[in-house]
């Protein structure tokens, strides 16, 4: 079986500082790993995706992420944060063509 | 072009009713898939359509649980004798490719159930 786990439901930062949302993964067979955002009262929208094409991944809205195998990880990261940025974060891993979630991570961004 | 759309946007209900939930992929997408979010958590995964045929209904927790997709597109989730535990939002996804893990999933805004 896969699985993700989040380290950290929420993180605050300041408009400016770096973010990095942590996720690490648990599997059997080489993963396929995914970053979604969740804006309040919206659908999941993807971010980005790592599918062994390359181990850094650039997303969307200045996202990117490392896929790390020594570590299991694949951490998120922005090197400057707007206050747009708030939102959830969820990392996902495929299992059988589904997608298996962590339980996510709330960025709150402050003036 | 048009998303993934998901009605009702909400369903309040009483224990023991029946409920349908709807989800229309975007055109031409051959996966299909339902999740169910609670509050807090993270999407759990339910059901997939390659097509028309289930293809993995792992995710469903129980018999009273089903979903359709008769002709290859629209589809519905069905939820006999509800219980205020299947409060959540439910949210279906489509992708191009059936049985391409890869393949990016388009959510929809999601259907929030609320079982009295």
């Known amino acids: 079986a896969q699985s993700v786990t989040q380290l950290g439901s929420h993180v605050s930062v300041s408009e400016g500082a770096l973010v990095l949302l942590r996720c690490n993964y648990s599997?059997?067979?080489?993963?396929?790993l995914f970053w979604y955002v969740q804006y309040p009262n919206q659908g999941l929208q993807l971010l980005l995706k790592?599918?062994?094409?390359?181990?850094l991944v650039k997303g969307i809205n200045g996202f990117e992420a490392e896929f790390k195998k020594s570590e299991t990880s694949f951490h998120l990261t922005k090197p400057s944060a707007h206050m747009s940025d708030a939102a959830e974060y969820f990392c996902a891993v495929t299992s059988r063509r589904a997608l298996t979630f962590g339980s996510g991570t709330r960025l709150q961004v402050q003036p | 072009g048009a998303g993934v759309s998901q009605t009702p946007s909400n369903k309040v209900t009483e224990k023991g009713k029946y409920v349908e939930l709807r989800c229309d992929p975007i055109s031409g997408h051959t996966a299909l898939y339902w999740y169910r979010q609670s509050l807090g958590q993270g999407p759990e995964f339910l059901i997939y359509?390659?097509?028309?045929?289930?293809?993995?209904d792992s995710g469903l927790p129980n018999d009273r649980f089903f979903a359709v997709r008769p002709e290859g597109s629209v589809s519905t989730l069905k939820i006999q004798r509800t219980e205020r535990g299947d409060s959540a939002v439910y949210l279906c996804?489509?992708?191009?490719?059936?049985?391409?893990?890869?393949?990016?999933?388009?959510f929809g805004p999601g259907t929030r159930l609320t079982v009295l």
């Open positions: 359509f390659q097509g028309t045929g289930a293809a993995d």
């Open positions: 996804a489509s992708s191009l490719i059936a049985g391409a893990s890869t393949d990016t999933q388009y």
């Open positions: 599997s059997s067979v080489p993963p396929y």
């Open positions: 790592y599918t062994s094409a390359a181990t």
